[in-house]
């Protein structure tokens, strides 16, 4: 790249280390540790950040009228360009501050009553869940978990949801890529299933927007959301819900607007906040630039790529188990693995406090182990390093 804030994607570089030794530089130095927890907060590229800070000194020049005559008018377009990566109309998005807003305001504004069935899984988000549980304890709804493993085939899982289906059920929530190990759910053909019985569908995309390719269109759900601030690469701060058109009049907004309630996406609008740092909104258009220049295929690929190689490595030590499942196209940047007779947690304290590599422990209900999500900003070299700090910190504890 020929100027790391301005970065150009030149079509002359292969797909090898050289073409994303270029991406690298794009990216702040990530330091003092090695960041293998993207799927948490992903740094944002230096074009980005320079476009917030840029936005961030505009708006203090003029706060009043710099935050909302000027960088506000910028949003319609941000949301064509936002439409053009996830397949669905401007008019459906809204923006907000990150995927447990957005799905707040679907779970909170879905209109039921007692009785009503909602099916989620024990392993949804834990807040997705918690948001559930609370309609239920106040409003007499019926939420039930679909019970199914992790490893299990795509088939077992829509039987397990299609078993769960009762008359009273209403909405299905559903993730399509678990945060936990980086399992892809078959969610259009849930989708489907539920779309055939009249049921509302809540889909969690957090994971999966600008990592795997997803059409909105294709998925026919009725709501999705995700963060901005994961893999496309947008500042801490920004979120996306998508409100299917027919849903938005009969969905009730998280938080009363400032006008008359419109009946239309507005409604769900991170405006409706009141004051809020428009700067942070800025750094969204060339994030979107960013990911275009590389592609979303071209993206998917490196992160199946990174994960295929670390995961390679690791199976040369001696106890180690994956969580994820690894030959299947929907692979991504997201695993979690254990090592059998050493604990985990202590694992990852000590890769972070003798090695400065970091790494995620994660725990739910029978599962648990060290996710590891590295980005398209990492080389094979860092994963080499990691490796071989996990080797020495395994054989430590033997």
């Given at each position: 790249m020929s100027n790391a804030t301005e970065p150009h994607l030149m079509s002359s570089y292969g797909a090898g280390e050289e073409y994303w030794e270029g991406v690298r530089a794009a990216y702040p130095k990530q330091q003092p540790l090695m960041n293998l927890n993207n799927a948490a907060v992903?740094?944002?590229?230096?074009?980005?950040?320079?476009?917030?800070?840029?936005?961030?000194?505009?708006?203090?020049?003029?706060?009043?009228?710099?935050?909302?005559?000027?960088?506000?008018?910028?949003?319609?377009?941000?949301?064509?360009?936002?439409?053009?990566?996830?397949?669905?109309?401007?008019?459906?998005?809204?923006?907000?501050?990150?995927?447990?807003?957005?799905?707040?305001?679907?779970?909170?504004?879905?209109?039921?009553?007692?009785?009503?069935?909602?099916?989620?899984?024990?392993?949804?988000?834990?807040?997705?869940?918690?948001?559930?549980?609370?309609?239920?304890?106040?409003?007499?709804?019926?939420?039930?978990?679909?019970?199914?493993?992790?490893?299990?085939?795509?088939?077992?899982?829509?039987?397990?949801?299609?078993?769960?289906?009762?008359?009273?059920?209403?909405?299905?929530?559903?993730?399509?890529?678990?945060?936990?190990?980086?399992?892809?759910?078959?969610?259009?053909?849930?989708?489907?299933?539920?779309?055939?019985?009249?049921?509302?569908?809540v889909v969690d995309g957090a994971q999966i927007f600008a990592q795997l390719p997803v059409s909105f269109r294709d998925l026919d759900c009725d709501f999705f959301v995700t963060s901005l601030h994961k893999w496309l690469g947008a500042a801490v701060g920004n979120g996306m819900l998508i409100v299917k058109q027919s849903r938005i009049d009969s969905t009730w907004p998280l938080l009363a607007p400032f006008d008359p309630p419109p009946l239309r996406i507005d409604k769900f609008d991170h405006w409706n906040l009141g004051t809020y740092n428009s700067a942070i909104q800025a750094g969204i258009a060339p994030a979107i630039q960013f990911h275009k220049e590389i592609g979303t295929r071209k993206i998917h690929a490196r992160l199946q790529e990174l994960t295929r190689y670390w995961v390679d490595l690791a199976r040369r030590i001696p106890g180690f188990r994956l969580h994820t499942p690894l030959d299947t196209d929907n692979l991504g940047g997201v695993a979690l693995f254990s090592i059998d007779g050493v604990d985990s947690k202590t694992i990852e304290q000590e890769l972070r406090g003798t090695h400065r590599v970091h790494v995620k422990y994660r725990q739910v209900r029978y599962l648990h182990g060290l996710r590891v999500s590295p980005h398209i900003y990492m080389l094979k070299g860092d994963l080499d390093i990691f490796v071989a700090a996990l080797e020495q910190v395994v054989n430590r504890h033997r």
């Open positions: 992903s740094p944002p590229p230096l074009v980005v950040e320079q476009a917030m800070i840029d936005a961030y000194r505009l708006i203090s020049q003029n706060p009043d009228v710099n935050m909302w005559s000027k960088l506000d008018a910028a949003l319609p377009s941000i949301k064509e360009e936002l439409a053009s990566l996830i397949d669905c109309s401007p008019d459906e998005i809204a923006l907000n501050r990150n995927s447990t807003e957005g799905l707040c305001t679907a779970i909170f504004g879905i209109p039921l009553t007692a009785g009503d069935q909602v099916l989620l899984s024990i392993w949804d988000y834990p807040s997705v869940r918690a948001a559930w549980l609370q309609r239920q304890e106040r409003e007499g709804i019926d939420v039930v978990s679909v019970q199914f493993d992790l490893m299990d085939s795509d088939d077992d899982i829509l039987v397990a949801y299609a078993k769960a289906i009762t008359p009273r059920t209403r909405v299905m929530q559903l993730t399509q890529m678990f945060h936990w190990t980086g399992r892809v759910l078959p969610a259009k053909q849930l989708c489907h299933l539920a779309r055939a019985q009249g049921i509302i569908t």
